[in-house]
């Protein structure tokens, strides 16, 4: 996604900084040797054992994030640009891809 994003940003005045996740619920999933013994071939299942946070048995499909576009703009980026370069990112990345968008102070 971050890749598509850069593109669709070249020849305007938006940088894109990062593609994140944040507003984890109830926390970010926590890995522990539980899974990486019962994890089969060479890759981690996070499905074989439940989060090893302190406290916590929820499952790692029980534990959600919001995946947010940060953005920045040069001063003066006039806010029809902004707006068009906005809908562009949701009608060619998808609005199912990403929660939102958030902003960092412009150069």
Known sequence: MKEQIKELLKGTDINLINVMNVNYK?????????????????????????CGSEGCNLSHAEHTSDKVVVLQWKKGTENDEIDRVLKLIVDEVGEDKFDGFTFIEPE
């Open 26 to 50: 109830p926390h970010p999933f926590m890995i522990t040797r539980h899974h990486i013994t019962k994890s089969s071939g060479m890759y981690l299942d996070p499905n074989v054992h439940p």
